[in-house]
């Protein structure tokens, strides 16, 4: 088992209007025969407001079980419920999950997330109402022992659709992406990834059907050298663009040098360039170019 305790306290210097949260949570695991296993989780945090006088409670309850299949896998189901409250508005939740990972080779992961989440408003009221969601997502990924373990390259597919029957709207959301990962002491560490992101949302409460389209490409990637006796660079990079119903992109670059001087010191000197066009309004656009140096020493107690 394990748990912990966690308090916060806010405040502002103007009207002081003091906001204070006590956190507390555990959980319990029990080993099963068969490599069967049980858990329960359980979070309380209740948030006082000194200025309207509200406290609202939140309340995580989580049961979950599952078996190991002794590094080949594992499978788990569980159930979550979820409570909102602050004496007015009432807002639950009930969440099914399932959720499982399986090594179908030396070097080939595979792992896979479907949760399905109902929110109901059981007194007062919200904003949005009810609301449902789904979620799933699927990473198969491939290493590379000869570089160190450090070698990587996955796959990842990820959907989401979210409905709101009081408003009447739906979202609509899919991504897949793709990242490599290398590392070698003679080249350095590259990664670079790319995601393509498509979705669409619906607004059927205006009477006719409003629907806004998009579409968009990432690609981000850095590479950081091996050092040269006390001198380490990295440089990176980025590009979006963005389609269908918003026709935008945004490209970055930058450099870091980083040298290590004597008794702890160091000097560092960051270049970032940046550009973005807005192509639905040409005027729309702007770039950037930003200088940091900074000097620091490490301090070792």
Do not use: M
């Amino acid at each position: 088992g394990s748990g912990g305790y966690f308090h916060r306290v806010d405040e502002l210097d103007t009207f002081k209007p003091t906001t204070s949260t006590n956190q507390g949570w555990g959980g319990l695991r029990g080993f099963l025969p068969r490599d069967y296993f049980a858990e329960y989780r359980i979070l309380f945090a209740r948030t006082d407001n000194e200025i309207t006088k509200i406290e609202t409670d939140n309340i995580i309850n989580t049961i979950s079980v599952g078996r190991n299949w002794r590094r080949k896998g594992s499978i788990r189901v569980g159930y979550e419920n979820r409570i909102a409250d602050d004496l007015i508005d009432r807002a639950e939740s009930n969440l099914f999950l399932f959720s499982g990972w399986w090594q179908v080779t030396e070097k080939i992961n595979l792992r896979g997330r479907v949760t399905t989440r109902l929110k109901t408003i059981k007194s007062g009221a919200t904003l949005i109402g009810d609301e449902d969601y789904t979620n799933h997502r699927i990473t198969v990924s491939y290493r590379y022992p000869e570089w160190i373990g450090a070698g990587k390259l996955s796959f990842r597919w990820e959907g989401k659709i979210r409905t709101n029957d009081d408003i009447e709207t739906s979202i609509d959301y899919n991504s897949l992406a793709v990242r490599l990962s290398l590392k070698r002491a003679r080249l350095g560490q590259l990664s670079l990834s790319y995601a393509h992101n498509k979705g669409e949302y619906d607004n059927r409460s205006v009477g006719a059907i409003n629907r806004y389209l998009f579409s968009d490409h990432v690609i981000n990637g850095s590479w950081r050298l091996p050092t040269f006796q006390k001198l380490q660079a990295s440089l990176r990079g980025g590009y979006y663009r963005s389609q269908r119903d918003r026709d935008s992109e945004k490209i970055n670059i930058g450099l870091n040098l980083l040298y290590r001087l004597p008794q702890d010191y160091s000097l560092e000197a960051d270049y970032q360039a940046f550009n973005f066009d807005d192509y639905h309004h040409l005027d729309r656009f702007y770039t950037g170019n930003i200088v940091r140096v900074n000097c620091a020493k490490n301090f070792n107690f």
